[in-house]
């Protein structure tokens, strides 16, 4: 199938075109970050107001760069929820009012299984279930024992705070710009990973949840205890103990589910080169996948793509049943157990 996705469920407008849940065709991604750079988050009365101006012009962007139009295409996708509402209603609105212009069917896409088939677009050799995923970014901290695209087990999910809003709150601590992965990862370049120590969260639980407040809080303090100490060894020292936290619960999973080949990680978060570095040197006898590019780690619509197709293919009918948008929605209904 080629399927064209709209997605718009935070500060990133975007729409693509994907053949077969793999083969991307285009996607054009226009981002309202920098609007946010000194606020240190979103505004979602801005984002949702810049998603209104960018929606058609990027709609138009995304059939021209595939060379396509409508009559191309087999079925229109739309991320359905989480996200700010006001955000998420100017992409299904849109995609509501192109699927009935064009006669096309209309999918409804659950974000966060949009993250978790990223790791299938432009993949050279397709990934094998069963296998596990983390997924990793501003809204969750998940992780997945997956058997099919519509079949998981959620194996561990944060406590409190996300991996991405550490990321982001941190950076705000260190006075660094929003959005804090891609800052706090720049500014610790240079500094020393063990300048500062960090606590070890749930260290002595045999869980695989997370908890990231007690980092945010430990940064916290480092700061108010060390005037002068240099923002690239706190950051340096902060992004170790985040990635260290997520190294250490996919560890602890592959402990549980010895059979398992494949490790996934998705989502913003999955962005992190250093966390990249540290899974690479920790994880042994599996493959370690992340998006093929960067710009299917953070939010974009050849994502929402791969899902639909997905979808349709395990769920045939069922796929295109109507749909409400929704600023909170639970995966695990929709493919857990
Ligand atoms: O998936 P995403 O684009 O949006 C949500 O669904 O939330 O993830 C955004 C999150 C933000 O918290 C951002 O700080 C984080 O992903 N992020 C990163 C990096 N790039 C984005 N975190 C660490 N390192 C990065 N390079
Ligand atoms: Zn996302």
Request: charge should be neutral; proline fraction near 6%.
């Amino acid at each position: 199938m080629r399927i064209l996705a709209i997605e718009t469920s935070c500060d990133e407008t975007s729409a693509a075109i994907v053949e077969d849940g793999m083969r991307v065709r285009s996607n054009v991604i226009a981002s309202s970050r920098k609007a946010f750079e000194r606020s240190g988050g979103v505004i979602p009365e801005i984002a949702a107001r810049r998603q209104i101006e960018s929606i058609l012009p990027v709609l138009d962007l995304a059939l021209a760069d595939a060379g396509m139009t409508p009559r191309d295409l087999d079925a229109v996708a739309v991320t359905k929820g989480p996200g700010l509402l006001g955000s998420l209603l100017a992409g299904t609105t849109t995609a509501r009012a192109v699927a009935y212009i064009w006669k096309k069917p209309l999918i409804g896409v659950h974000h966060t299984l949009g993250h978790l088939s990223s790791t299938w677009l432009d993949a050279k050799d397709p990934p094998v279930f069963p296998l596990l995923a983390l997924s990793v970014s501003g809204g969750h901290t998940d992780l997945w024992l997956r058997h099919a695209h519509l079949r998981g087990t959620l194996l561990g999910q944060t406590r409190d705070d996300a991996a991405g809003e550490a990321f982001d709150k941190g950076a705000s601590m260190l006075g660094l710009p929003y959005p804090g992965g891609p800052s706090v990862a720049k500014a610790a370049e240079n500094g020393k990973r063990d300048a500062f120590a960090f606590p070890h969260p749930l260290h002595k639980e045999k869980t695989c949840d997370f908890s990231y407040s007690g980092l945010k809080t430990a940064l916290k303090y480092i700061i108010r205890d060390t005037p002068g100490a240099p923002v690239a060894d706190l950051a340096a020292s902060y992004e170790h103990a985040l990635c260290d936290h997520l190294c250490t619960r996919v560890e602890h999973a592959l402990t549980l589910h010895p059979e398992i080949r494949e490790v996934h990680v998705v989502g913003g978060v999955s962005a992190n080169t250093h966390l990249r570095w540290m899974l690479g040197q920790r994880l042994r006898n599996v493959t370690v996948r992340t998006p093929a590019t960067l710009a299917y780690c953070t939010d974009n619509a050849a994502m929402i793509a791969a899902a639909a197709e997905f979808l349709v293919q395990e769920k045939g009918e069922a796929a295109y049943e109507p749909f409400a948008t929704g600023a909170s929605l639970p995966l695990a209904e929709a493919i857990g157990r």
